[in-house]
């Protein structure tokens, strides 16, 4: 782990099991954290199309049988390979991505 920056604790790793999408409500950072195939992806839980949280819950975030997040504002569906909108009102337009690491089974949102 880079202890250059400061880190902040998301969840043990058994609070996100394969193939889950969940948000977290962090100090300072809302965000949403996808586990599919073995990969972990991180997102500012905010949508470009409005500005508004994807969701203020983890439930209905999660297309697991496409593979995407789907904002329940208005419906806007993000790729989570790079959180680009490929459906909806912002298409095209990206969720912002934040950094996270696991460490000795911990995941953390680096600074
Ligand atoms: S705020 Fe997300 S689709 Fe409108």
């Not at 889950?20 to 839980?45: M, Q, T």
């Not at 680009?84 to 089974?105: A, D, Q, W, Y």
Request: charged letters at 25%; a negative charge.
């Amino acid at each position: 782990m880079d202890t250059a920056h400061a880190t902040q604790l998301i969840c043990h790793m058994e609070e996100l099991p394969e193939d889950s999408a969940i948000r977290f409500l962090l100090a300072d950072c809302d965000l949403i954290v996808i586990h599919r195939k073995g990969r972990l992806y991180g997102y500012r839980n905010e949508c470009p199309h409005m500005n508004l949280p994807l969701s203020n819950r983890s439930k209905g975030i999660f297309d697991k049988d496409q593979g995407h997040l789907v904002c329940i504002q208005h419906a806007a569906v993000f790729d989570i390979e790079n959180g680009r909108c490929v459906k909806g009102p912002c298409l095209g337009m990206e969720l912002e991505s934040v950094n996270i690491e696991t460490n000795n089974g911990k995941l953390f949102l680096k600074e």
